[in-house]
């Protein structure tokens, strides 16, 4: 199964913007890139998802590099409500199946 | 409005003895998925159905089975639980699986072997 590296944690300021940076050098020209949030105690949230062109939606903005073996999700405004695990996720093609990388723990400092 | 159910949100069982988690959906997606997590680790899918169409991943020990009687209800089954797996089961759901759709996730059960 294709993989995908994350930092293991980062830390913000509120209200600042917050890149963070994905790998999934083995990705094919076929596998979407979802990332996807978890809170404290809860499911794992829908953030944004992409094929090849960067994407924005309300939540956040996803750069996709032009080789596609990256990608990077961008909180504008970070908040306190931000704080949670981010995960990076290779959908392949041909299957039904999202699956985790080791997600990045964000920290956004008041 | 919660779309993807799961009950309960804490479940305490003991050890070898047979416990079913649940999980409901009101997006009547084709696609439902069982996800295990242990703690500070990413989920780990167990299986998942298209449909009636029923999909183990190779790891995923025998110990645990699943059941779709219809689009709305999926079952999880732990035959013997043992102390291993104690984590957080996560229900999710996606409209037909493909790549281009989301997933939506149900707040999870904690289970605790005792």
């Known amino acids: 199964d294709a993989k995908t590296t994350q930092p293991n944690s980062m830390e913000s300021n509120e209200e600042e913007p917050v890149h963070l940076p994905c790998n999934h050098s083995t990705i094919s020209g076929t596998d979407y890139i979802h990332w996807y949030r978890q809170l404290p105690s809860q499911g794992p949230e829908y953030v944004i998802h992409?094929?090849?062109s960067n994407v924005n939606n309300r939540m956040a903005s996803l750069a996709i590099a032009e080789d596609r073996k990256s990608s990077t999700l961008i909180l504008h405004r970070a908040t306190l409500r931000d704080a949670a695990v981010y995960y990076c996720?290779?959908?392949?093609?041909?299957?039904?199946?999202?699956?985790f990388g080791t997600g990045t723990r964000l920290k956004v400092l008041a | 409005d919660a779309m993807v159910i799961q009950n309960p949100r804490y479940q305490v069982t003991q050890f070898g003895k047979p416990v079913t988690l649940s999980c409901s959906q009101t997006?009547?997606?084709?696609?439902m998925y069982w996800y295990q997590q242990k703690s500070s680790q990413a989920p780990k899918l167990l299986f998942h159905y298209y449909d009636k169409d029923f999909n183990n991943e190779a790891d995923t020990p025998d110990n645990f089975q699943s059941r779709r009687p219809n689009t709305s209800f999926c079952f999880l089954d732990i035959r013997s639980p043992g102390l291993g797996d104690a984590a957080m089961y996560l229900c999710?759901?996606?409209?037909?699986?493909?790549?281009?759709?989301?997933?939506?996730f149900g707040q999870g059960t904690r289970l605790t072997v005792v």
């Open positions: 999710a759901t996606s409209r037909d699986g493909h790549p281009n759709t989301e997933a939506f």
């Open positions: 992409g094929l090849t």
């Open positions: 997006l009547n997606h084709n696609v």
């Open positions: 996720i290779l959908h392949l093609w041909g299957t039904y199946k999202y699956i």
